[in-house]
């Protein structure tokens, strides 16, 4: 009995035994499962997470190519354009940047640049001859210029020239002036024998533009303007004027076509006398048909025509005719 009493206290023990390590074993496994559960869902999240750096990793590594694409078209791009700078403007950058500071933003610069670019099509095709056009004009332009210069001066000279003369003129016109109108004072008395006459101007401020106004009053009448006398005391008047001048400036010879034509006879025998007094100093030719102004000529000049078409010229020297009667 004792024996069978310690088997069975043995079993127990070891049933005991078993149980506390079975319940320490499938403790061992439930904390085994969980840890491996934790794992799990780590590796899971970690393989999340993986993809996520993968995904993220391809679009970089897309972003990144774009980028070098780009980064080689800029180059190209700037290569092309230094290219440009350096054949048509003939600078580098460092020369550009320096010498054409941009002051304008960048968007409102190649606004500007392209306003300019549509101004340089408006144009048209460039004229390659344009340069020897420029010479050829600026040469003419220069030449021009000069004859232009040249032209002033002597337009300035020529002014003061012609200011010279117009002080010359007004200072011989007021003395001719003066000279001959004190003359027409006495020339007129003595061949009306007696009156008054005058010349008056009618712009003393401008002797060179001035007129002159001929006043007389034959005897017996009143001061008036020239027009208003008779047609004879007109032209006797103008006699008068035509020696006052004469003895003012005298000339060496002198031809009168009928002056003495409106005369009366009286008055053509003082013309005549007068005329002879002039004779010493002027040699006079006088075309007339009045008498008397040819009883005091030297010698008398005609025409006759004896026969049909035939023109002949007779002259007669008075002196030689009075000589001969007084013989």
């Known amino acids: 009995m004792s024996s069978n009493s310690n088997g069975e206290e043995k079993l127990d023990q070891n049933i005991v035994s078993f149980r ?41 590594s897309g972003l990144m190519q774009a980028v070098e694409v780009n980064m080689n078209r800029l180059d190209v791009e700037l290569e092309n354009r230094l290219a440009i700078l350096s054949e048509e ?6 020369a550009a ?17 392209k306003l300019i670019k549509l101004e340089i099509d408006e144009l048209g095709t460039v004229n390659l001859g344009a340069i020897d056009e420029y010479d050829r004009v600026n040469e ?27 002080q010359e003129m007004k200072k011989r016109f007021e003395e001719t002036f003066t000279k001959i109108r004190a003359q027409f004072q006495i020339v007129f008395k003595e061949l009306f024998g007696g009156g008054k006459a005058d010349l008056v101007l009618t712009d003393p401020d401008n002797l060179l533009s001035t007129g ?10 009143k001061l008036q ?12 008047t103008a006699i008068a004027l035509l020696f006052s ?23 053509v025998g003082r013309f005549a006398k007068y005329l002879k007094q002039f004779s010493e100093k002027t040699q006079f030719i006088v075309i007339t048909h009045r008498k008397g102004t040819m009883e005091e000529s030297d010698v008398l000049y005609g025409v006759t025509m004896q ?13 030689e005719s009075k000589q001969l009667i007084s013989q």
Do not use: W
């Open 20 to 60: 506390a390590e079975k319940d320490k074993l499938l403790q061992s496994l439930q904390n085994e499962r969980e840890v491996k559960l934790a794992l799990q869902q780590e590796i899971k999240t970690v393989s999340a997470k993986l993809d996520s750096l993968m995904a993220e990793d391809k679009q970089l």
């Open 97 to 113: 940047k320096e010498k054409h500071v941009l002051t304008l933003e960048p968007e409102d610069a190649r606004r500007k640049l």
């Open 307 to 319: 026969e049909s078409g035939v023109s002949r010229l007779v002259s007669v020297r008075l002196e």
């Open 89 to 94: 403007y003939e600078l580098t950058y460092e």
């Open 212 to 221: 002159v106004d001929i006043l007389a009053q034959p005897p017996g009448k």
């Open 140 to 166: 003419r332009y220069t030449f021009l210029s000069e004859q232009q210069a040249d032209l002033l001066q002597a337009k300035e000279t020529l002014y003061a020239v012609i200011e010279e003369m117009d």
């Open 225 to 236: 303007h020239l027009a208003l006398l008779s047609g004879g005391e007109r032209a006797f």
């Open 245 to 267: 001048i004469l003895k003012v400036r005298p000339v060496p010879f002198c031809v009168l076509d009928e002056v003495e034509a409106a005369l009366d006879d009286a008055n």
